[in-house]
């Protein structure tokens, strides 16, 4: 393998595709996929050997040596009857990310043992497991298969001038999200189950290094089949991974020097244009030699673009009935056709909204035929597949929203927010505790920030990059100030302080976090509510807006009574005293 030509491919796709591929690997770190040591190294510092995941260690004696250590760890404690709650750390993602970025279902099973020992309690227990469960569904099911996402991601922008936004759906697109994450969870039973070996833990991450690569280009591969191939492919080849892995140590030194900037906005995504290359060269020489499982290699455009006869035969049809078929829509004026027009307040006629929501798919699907006959995307017509990745017309994220299904949606937000902080509490400190200044079941915050950035970036949703930066000044924007206000109204009480996050604002806010809210906002532009409100909308009107009757008036009232008596107490607002427990 000759490293520099790989490497100056990689740039080449990085050229081309930059902010698509940088926010790709920022996803990445963000959920503890791939490289969370980029977001995390200005507030932890120097990891302890302890911290670090057992597959970001290359020395299996120090990989033995800190499952050693842990069990030890632990039978001491559960000896003395020590607080077995975990160290605290300053910073959100390692709170809020932390089950995911120690990287192993070992981890997840000790923490599970850590939060029921100190619970002393069979419901709170039970409830510790529930919680467990939750996470380890969400590990197995969302941040393993994100690998393969970003994988297929970055093969498409080698051979294509754009990469669409729905690739971020292409398996659940494909219908084979559950084959996927059985794969990468057989794969990584199998370099855990290595890891315990003299050195077959190193060997084996080589070894299985084009899994996630195979998976992407053909997803239908049973999982036994993709990490043979993968091992079959490697034969000869470990050396060579090693080196490459081995020629981005200055890059990795880099990003210590630069807390991190320098791999999330260019060296993470290098890395994974590079192995791509690798993987593309690697896959020729399979095919070209034919070893067993070559044949699983039948995604033939994902490599080069298909003729234009090709194309044309495909599309040439579908091309000329959309773009025949443009619907007129009416124009409103006043202050209806301002709602409409600038925040996507649906306030016109139901068969008005259903012929803009109609010409919109037509318009999406018209712009799709055109880029692939003209060979700039990838041709989702012609994948090998049971299931081609076809359009998903429920799924238009520039809809306009009704004012009930808008506050149905802050409800859901509010409550999934609350969920989840809850359930951190619970991983983390083997406790419930009702996260909020309110008392019933819900974060307004949550529910507040969703709404707004539905509203005033309404016009902004089709630039993804502009909409993400400033979600980011809008929640945390909202963020501040909730905190200024909470603290004013309460005599300086308050419920999170940032003071010793990394470039936080007086502890009101703090970057990792507004890192989040920016992931979960365009969650909730681009996927959460377009498919609420596909759901809200088979309920009749009536009902819906009976319940929002219904949860304001309580909502209401809780917060009426929250001002004078706000909820408040042990992991809710007394952060000097969770420390000291922690220390």
């Known amino acids: 393998m000759n490293i520099k030509e790989l490497k100056t491919s990689a740039r080449k796709t990085i050229k081309k595709h930059y902010r698509f591929l940088i926010i790709a690997c920022l996803v990445s770190s963000l959920i503890g996929s791939e490289f969370s040591s980029s977001i995390t190294i200005a507030q932890v510092g120097v990891k302890k050997e302890s911290d670090i995941s057992i597959f970001e260690m290359t020395n299996t004696k120090q990989r033995f040596n800190v499952l050693k250590e842990e069990v030890e760890e632990q039978s001491s404690k559960i000896k003395d009857g020590e607080d077995l709650v975990l160290n605290h750390k300053k910073s959100i993602f390692k709170s ?19 939060s029921i020992i100190k619970s002393y309690n069979f419901w709170m227990g039970l409830l510790i497991i529930l919680a467990m469960l939750l996470v380890l569904s969400l590990w197995y099911l969302v941040v393993d298969v994100y690998t393969v996402i970003s994988r297929r991601i970055f093969l498409e922008a080698r051979t294509y001038k754009r990469v669409r936004k729905t690739r971020y759906l292409f398996i659940q697109r494909t219908k084979t999200w559950l084959k996927v994450a059985k794969v990468m969870f057989l794969k990584y039973v199998y370099t855990l189950l290595w890891t315990l070996t003299i050195v077959g833990g190193f060997i084996k991450h080589f070894s299985y290094l ?27 080849y470990k050396w060579e991974a090693f080196k490459l892995k081995l020629s981005f140590i200055g890059w ?15 060296s993470n995504a290098y890395e994974v244009a590079t192995f791509s290359e690798f993987f593309v060269k690697l896959r020729k020489k399979a095919i070209d030699n034919k070893i067993e499982g070559y044949k699983y290699f039948n995604d033939k455009y994902l490599y080069e673009v298909a003729s234009k006869e090709e194309l044309d035969k495909e599309y040439k049809e579908q091309y000329d009935n959309v773009s025949s078929k443009k619907i007129p829509l009416k124009n409103y004026k006043g202050v209806r056709g301002f709602l ?7 306030l016109e006629k139901d068969e008005d909204k259903k012929a803009y929501e109609e010409e919109l798919v037509r318009n999406t699907r018209y712009k799709y035929i055109s880029d692939c006959i003209n060979g700039n995307v990838y041709p989702d017509n012609l994948f090998k597949g049971k299931n081609k990745p076809a359009q998903d017309k429920g799924l238009n994220y520039a809809r306009r929203y009704t004012l009930y299904n808008l506050i149905l949606i802050f409800f859901i937000t509010s409550f999934c927010g609350w969920f989840w902080e809850v359930v951190l509490h619970i991983v983390e400190d083997g406790r419930f505790v009702n996260r909020g200044v309110m ?12 709404c707004l950035i539905l509203l005033l970036l309404y016009r902004f949703r089709r630039d993804p990059g502009k909409h993400a930066l400033l979600t980011g000044i809008i929640c945390g924007i909202i963020e501040y100030y909730t905190a200024l206000i909470l603290e004013v109204t309460h005599n300086g009480q308050r419920w999170w302080d940032y003071t010793g996050y990394f470039l936080n604002i007086d502890g009101r806010i703090c970057a990792d976090g507004i890192l989040l809210f920016v ?65």
Do not use: H, Q
Not at 210 to 236: C, H, K, Q, T
Not at 254 to 265: M, V
């Open 439 to 450: 008392y019933g079941p819900w974060l307004p915050i949550y529910g507040a920030g969703s």
């Open 252 to 266: 990795n030194i880099l990003g210590l020097l630069t807390l991190g900037l320098s791999s999330i906005f260019f």
């Open 210 to 236: 084009m899994v996630p690569f195979i998976v992407a280009e053909n997803p239908y591969i049973p999982a036994r089949d993709a990490i043979n191939l993968s091992r079959r492919m490697m034969d000869g």
């Open 340 to 346: 409409i027009r600038n925040f996507g307040l649906s």
């Open 519 to 583: 992931v979960a906002g365009m969650a909730v532009v681009y996927l959460i509510s377009p498919k609420l409100d596909n759901i809200l909308r088979k309920f009749n009107k009536k009902v819906l807006i009976t319940a929002c009757v219904i949860l304001s008036t309580v909502f209401i009232v809780d917060f009426v009574y929250s001002m004078t008596k706000p909820n408040v107490g042990k992991g809710i607002t007394d952060y000097e005293v969770t420390l000291k427990e922690k220390k």
């Open 96 to 114: 809020a990310v932390r089950v995911f970025t120690t990287g192993t279902l070992y981890a997840i099973i000790i923490r599970t043992v850590k």
